[in-house]
C-alpha cells in the first residue's frame, strides 16, 4: 500500500457526459501527478500540481482540468467523454522539497469505461 | 525529446530462473531513473530507483539494476524469479524540470511453473 487513494475504482459512463476523479496523497506529502494509461498510448504523464499550484503539464486534453485543494487532495475532471478517453487513470504524490525531481508513489488507478 | 525503450513486449521464464529486464533511455542530462511493477489489477509499485552514485542499485523483492551511462542502459535482473513475481515491468526516467516521469511501454513477465 502506497498511502496514496484513489476513489472511485471503477466508473462507467456514456458519452458526452462529465466525471471526477478523486485523489488523496501520502501523508506529507505536497505535489500531485495525475497519468493515463491506455493500451495504443501507455502511461502518459498529465499534470502535476504543488501545494495547490499548477507546476506542470503534459498531454492533458482541453477537455480534462484538474486541481488541488487546501487539504492537497487532488481531482482530476473528465468533460464531453468520448469512448478513447477510456483507461486508467493514475494520481501519484511525491514530496518534492527540493523542486527536483523526487520519487512518485502511486495510487491504486480509476478504471474509466466510457459507453 | 526524453524517451524510454522496453524492448521486450513479453518475456516468459521458468521459475527459479535468472531475469533481465532491459530498458534504454534518451535523456540529455543525468538520469534519474526508475522501475516499477504493475500487477494484475493493480497500481505501480516501485521496485527500485537510481538518482546517483553506485551504479547498482538494490530493490525490493530481491530485485536489482545497474545503470550504465556508456550504453544508456538500465536493465532490471533478479537471479532466480518467483510465480509471484508475474507482473508488467515499467521502466521509467525523470524529467528535471518537467516534473514528470516518461514511461517504457513496459515488458509483460509471464513464470511457467
Known amino acids: 500500500d502506497s498511502g496514496v487513494t484513489q476513489t472511485p475504482k471503477h466508473l462507467i459512463t456514456a458519452t458526452g457526459q462529465r466525471v471526477t476523479l478523486r485523489c488523496s496523497p501520502r501523508s506529507g506529502d505536497l505535489s500531485v501527478y495525475w497519468y493515463q494509461q491506455s493500451l495504443d498510448q501507455g502511461l502518459q504523464f498529465l499534470i502535476q500540481?504543488?501545494?495547490?499550484?499548477?507546476?506542470a503539464k503534459g498531454n492533458i486534453l482541453e477537455r480534462f482540468s484538474a486541481q488541488q485543494f487546501p487539504d492537497l487532495h487532488s481531482e482530476l475532471n473528465l468533460s464531453s467523454l468520448e469512448l478513447g478517453d477510456s483507461a486508467l487513470y493514475f494520481c501519484a504524490s511525491s514530496p518534492l522539497t527540493a523542486g527536483d525531481i523526487d520519487t512518485q508513489y502511486f495510487g491504486p488507478g480509476t478504471r474509466l469505461t466510457v459507453l | 525529446a526524453q524517451s524510454v525503450t522496453q524492448p521486450d513486449i513479453h518475456i516468459t521464464v521458468s521459475e527459479g530462473a535468472s531475469l533481465e529486464l532491459r530498458c534504454n533511455y534518451s535523456y540529455g542530462a543525468t538520469p534519474y531513473l526508475f522501475w516499477y511493477v504493475q500487477s494484475p489489477g493493480q497500481g505501480l509499485q516501485l521496485l527500485l530507483k537510481?538518482?546517483?552514485?553506485?551504479?547498482l542499485v538494490q530493490g525490493i523483492k530481491g530485485f536489482e539494476a545497474e545503470f550504465k551511462r556508456s550504453q544508456s542502459s538500465f536493465n532490471l535482473r533478479k537471479p532466480s524469479v518467483h510465480w509471484s513475481d508475474a507482473a508488467e515491468y515499467f521502466c521509467?526516467?525523470?524529467?528535471?524540470?518537467?516534473?514528470?516521469?516518461?514511461f517504457g511501454q513496459g515488458t509483460r513477465l509471464t513464470i511457467n511453473p
Open positions: 537510481y538518482f546517483s552514485g553506485d551504479t
Open positions: 521509467a526516467v525523470g524529467v528535471q524540470g518537467a516534473q514528470k516521469l516518461v
Open positions: 500540481y504543488y501545494n495547490g499550484e499548477e507546476r
